[in-house]
């Protein structure tokens, strides 16, 4: 009797029984069975040319893992970002909206966050896709680059930071990669201003010291107190100068874990590992249910740092050996989710924010990307080689193997993708400028939705382009273009980087006029004689920039003078400020390139 109502029992409890194994071995069972959502694995390089990559061109530089992602994926061939530079492409991303949307378009030189330490970046009231999927019920993570800010009015307030913005976990740079890092490789932040506050302070110092001889020898009545005042005008310089500017790799370069900051300078000869080994263990640790990881990578940002096991590896110099240990992360990454059975519901995407920088080389060589046939770069408006880059997604067994698509995307259709396939609903208080792109993927429709993709320089609208209903031309008109220097050049290589506001830029009237379906190049304008619509582009380009700028609202300047510039309250820092310095343990030894071939 007692062993009869004791199964009973045991039968009445099954269920809650199963319940909690399911919930003891991590509920893989549970989200296995039920759960058909994908996971996301998005990989981002940090000024990677199109033309740097073996499956869109490049016969110099190996990237077989990425040629092979393509191979079993969907290639995009007209894949653009928002903006020809980091924090607005990043924005625009993040956020699926034309980054003037959140403010963070640039007025004068001043074109992304230059200090850590200062209070611009993604406005909080900005809702990203991560924090859509966290709704959801997504595990979100972001290892590498952010360079959107971290602070706004107190060094803890943390109103721009990855965490603030979906993201469960952040392991990386909050700032970016950039010569400061790297002793020997020069500065990049201001360095006209750092000129003009050093030679300030020196002709104070000369002048003090003249003064003060003079009085000494008596050949001029001179003021104690107007010396003092001069002496403490000078320091003032001095200091100016010397604190945000000489100590930047102390500032900027640091790395954080969540909120807290774990390595400040970061060691550049231990980051690659230290990034792969976290992406892979996030993976690992969430592979029971619907995560996101978003992998933002400092390669190929100068300097450039390069492993043990890359270096001198590749035919073309320190730059090609970047790239190919790009395409080793890569096939790391793709190892994990073969590894962990994952292939089926992953859904892996690989990309770059922007073109390849050509201005950046020194004796050494070029440091900077190749944008394959496309003209301009980094920094160069609407040109297609600042603002066409790779876009690969791989899904196996849901996205056809090999498909090559040319119809024109943008970086910010991720968003309305992920937010779609994670079963969320996009914001209906917002203009979401981007579209999902799996119907495209997919074959269900053969036309992108963008009729009209808007390029922007800064805050000003540098070009527009329109792939008519009816046509398979894609025609592109630029108000204005870049100035290059020294004349005839393909840059602005006198400058070593392009701006957008006036005294830099020749503005067209009427606006040169481009079909990138016959010349991708874009190097012959047509004209009425050339193009029997010519008349017509203009106009209806001009109709759609006139409903565009209908739906843009009036927003705080993120990159104004006031929000860009270093403030000692708002710097993240791992001790006790002004005494920043710490080092993330066990970071000292290399790890053995075993799997490079």
């Known amino acids: 009797m007692f062993a009869l109502e004791s199964?009973?029992?045991?039968?009445?409890?099954?269920?809650?029984?199963?319940v909690l194994l399911m919930v003891s071995f991590g509920g893989k069972a549970a989200v296995t069975g039920n759960d058909s959502r994908p996971n996301f694995i998005l990989i981002m390089v940090d000024d990677l040319g199109i033309g740097d990559i073996g499956c869109y061109g490049n016969n110099t530089i190996r990237t077989p893992n990425i040629d092979k992602?393509?191979?079993?994926?969907?290639?995009?061939?007209?894949?653009?970002?928002?903006?020809?530079?980091?924090?607005?492409?990043?924005?625009?991303?993040?956020?699926?909206?034309?980054?003037?949307?959140?403010?963070?378009?640039?007025?004068?030189?001043?074109?992304?966050?230059?200090?850590?330490?200062?209070?611009?970046?993604?406005?909080?009231?900005?809702?990203?896709?991560?924090?859509l999927l966290q709704r959801q019920g997504y595990s979100t993570g972001i290892v590498g680059k952010w360079h959107l800010g971290v602070n706004c009015e107190s060094r803890n307030d943390h109103c721009h930071h990855p965490n603030q913005h979906g993201f469960d976990y952040f392991y990386g740079l909050p700032f970016t990669n950039f010569n400061d890092c790297k002793l020997g490789e020069g500065k990049d932040v201001l360095v006209d201003l750092q000129r003009a506050l050093w030679d300030f302070s020196v002709l104070a110092g000369l002048a003090i010291a003249t003064l003060f001889g003079l009085r000494v020898c008596g050949?001029?009545?001179?003021?104690?107190?107007?010396?003092?005042?001069?002496?403490?005008?000078?320091?003032l310089g001095l200091v100016v100068w010397f604190v945000p500017f000489e100590l930047l790799q102390t500032w900027n370069c640091i790395l954080m874990r969540n909120h807290e900051v774990i390595e400040q300078p970061m060691n550049l000869d231990?980051?690659?590992?230290?990034?792969?080994?976290?992406?892979?263990?996030?993976v690992e640790r969430h592979q029971y249910k619907p995560f996101l990881l978003f992998l933002s990578l400092a390669h190929v940002h100068t300097p450039l740092f390069i492993s043990e096991g890359f270096a001198g590896k590749s035919k073309h110099g320190w730059y090609g050996d970047n790239v190919e240990e790009v395409d080793w992360i890569v096939g790391?990454?793709?190892?994990?989710?073969?590894?962990?059975?994952?292939?089926?519901?992953?859904?892996?995407?690989?990309?770059?924010?922007?073109?390849?920088h050509i201005e950046d080389a020194d004796a050494r060589g070029q440091k900077g990307g190749w944008n394959g046939i496309y003209r301009g770069g980094k920094a160069m408006g609407g040109w297609e080689g600042g603002i066409r880059v790779p876009g690969v997604f791989r899904w196996t067994g849901r996205l056809p193997a090999g498909m090559v698509i040319d119809e024109p995307t943008s970086l910010m259709d991720l968003y309305p993708t992920l937010v779609t396939l994670a079963g969320g609903r996009l914001p209906q208080d917002r203009v979401i400028d981007g579209h999902d792109?799996?119907?495209?993927?997919?074959?269900?429709?053969?036309?992108?939705?963008?009729?009209?993709?808007?390029?922007?320089?800064?805050?000003?609208?540098?070009?527009?382009?329109?792939?008519?209903?009816?046509?398979?031309?894609?025609?592109?008109?630029?108000?204005?273009?870049?100035?290059?220097?020294?004349?005839?050049?393909?840059?602005?290589?006198?400058?070593?980087?392009?701006?957008?506001?006036?005294?830099?830029?020749?503005?067209?009237?009427?606006?040169?006029?481009?079909?990138?379906?016959?010349?991708?190049?874009?190097?012959?304008?047509?004209?009425?004689?050339?193009?029997?619509?010519?008349?017509?582009?203009?106009?209806?380009?001009?109709?759609?920039?006139?409903?565009?700028?209908?739906?843009?609202?009036?927003?705080?300047?993120?990159?104004?003078?006031?929000?860009?510039?270093?403030?000692?309250w708002l710097q993240p820092c791992c001790g006790t400020f002004p005494f920043c310095s710490c080092s993330e343990p066990n970071t000292t030894t290399a790890t053995p390139w075993e799997t490079v071939a």
């Not at 009209?452 to 805050?459: A, D, K, Q, R, S």
């Not at 400058?495 to 990138?516: A, Q, R, S, Y």
Request: glycine content about 8%; some cysteine.
């Open 437 to 568: 792109l799996m119907p495209l993927m997919e074959r269900k429709v053969h036309r992108s939705k963008h009729e009209f993709m808007f390029h922007y320089c800064g805050v000003y609208l540098n070009a527009v382009r329109w792939h008519p209903p009816d046509s398979d031309a894609v025609f592109k008109t630029h108000f204005f273009t870049p100035n290059f220097s020294p004349e005839g050049a393909g840059g602005c290589y006198d400058i070593k980087i392009c701006m957008c506001h006036e005294g830099f830029v020749t503005h067209h009237n009427p606006p040169l006029l481009f079909d990138l379906a016959r010349d991708p190049s874009e190097t012959t304008p047509l004209s009425p004689d050339t193009e029997p619509r010519y008349a017509e582009v203009l106009l209806r380009v001009e109709e759609a920039i006139k409903t565009h700028r209908s739906t843009l609202m009036p927003v705080p300047d993120q990159l104004s003078w006031r929000n860009i510039l270093w403030k000692p």
């Open 69 to 131: 992602l393509a191979q079993d994926g969907v290639k995009l061939t007209q894949h653009i970002a928002a903006a020809p530079l980091c924090t607005p492409s990043r924005a625009a991303f993040m956020t699926g909206r034309y980054a003037v949307r959140s403010g963070l378009g640039s007025t004068g030189r001043v074109q992304v966050l230059l200090f850590l330490g200062g209070s611009g970046g993604l406005p909080p009231n900005e809702i990203t896709f991560a924090k």
């Open 219 to 235: 050949l001029l009545e001179v003021s104690l107190k107007a010396i003092a005042l001069l002496a403490v005008i000078g320091l």
């Open 7 to 18: 199964w009973n029992l045991l039968r009445s409890l099954r269920p809650m029984l199963a």
């Open 332 to 356: 790391r990454m793709v190892d994990v989710v073969q590894r962990l059975g994952l292939a089926e519901n992953t859904l892996m995407y690989f990309t770059s924010d922007h073109g390849g």
């Open 270 to 282: 231990t980051l690659t590992q230290r990034l792969m080994g976290e992406a892979e263990r996030f």
